[in-house]
């Protein structure tokens, strides 16, 4: 089983309680950690217990220290490529659209980051690379970077089509890695979709994701009504 949570945002003392009473095979967190300490740090009491994965959000570029605490944790980053987690294919894609670099289904501003750095400005720079803001953008060659591949699950942190603020093109990269449910978080109010193999993750809510989990949250999600998770 496959602990799925949205956005912790700083907390996260009720997603290590969860992995001590389920015991999940993994967890995977679907963005804004905004981690105020070390990734290996903030879940030391839960490494042994269970496999960790996380896609980045847009405020995990806000400050240094959230940036600086999570990326430092590569190998556990789902961003751009698929892992086989608890029997299933999960694709990972973080971070959101921004209308300096793209913003569909407006054509993109800046098609690689390289591009994007050529024409920001020396001056926007930081470490000498990608200003730290756009380190959560999503830029066309991300997309590109997962196109060819196959998964079960795709997880990110924007949401598709059919939510009041998506986008069609995370459909069509579902549809490209044939993934047949899409589960995100960044909407903080959990948000019922038509079909039931699109979840909205809400604001430090965690669904449990696996053969028998799976069926019953697509379930729910399918005949439960709209609700809101205060934070």
């Known amino acids: 089983m496959i602990l799925v949570c949205g956005d912790p945002h700083g907390e996260f003392e009720h997603i290590i309680q969860r992995v001590q009473q389920a015991k999940p095979a993994a967890v995977i967190m679907l963005g804004d950690l905004c981690l105020s300490q070390p990734f290996e740090l903030t879940f030391a009491s839960i490494l042994g217990l269970t496999d960790i994965w996380f896609i980045h ?7 240094v220290r959230y940036h600086d605490h999570l990326f430092a ?8 490529r698929v892992v086989e987690i608890d029997g299933h294919r999960v694709a990972g894609l ?23 750095q ?17 380190r959560s953008s999503i830029f066309p060659e991300d997309i590109e970077a997962l196109q060819g591949l196959k998964a079960d699950i795709l997880v990110t942190h924007e949401a598709p089509g059919e939510h009041p603020y998506g986008f069609q093109v995370i459909d069509e990269l579902a549809q490209s890695l ?29 669904i449990e994701v696996g053969q028998q989990a799976m069926a019953e949250a697509l379930l729910r999600e399918k005949i439960k009504p709209h609700h809101h998770n205060k934070p």
């Open 73 to 80: 944790s590569s190998e556990r980053n789902l961003h751009g």
């Open 57 to 63: 959000g847009n405020h995990d570029t806000d400050e």
């Open 118 to 134: 050529t024409h920001c400005g020396k001056g926007n720079l930081w470490r000498g690379g990608l200003p730290r803001k756009h």
């Open 178 to 206: 044939e993934a047949t449910a899409i589960i995100h978080g960044h909407h903080h109010d959990p948000f019922s979709y038509g079909s039931p193999h699109r979840i909205n993750v809400g604001l430090r809510e965690c």
């Open 94 to 116: 973080g971070g959101i659209f921004r209308s300096q670099v793209w913003y569909p289904p407006e054509p993109p501003k800046h098609s690689t980051r390289q591009d994007f």
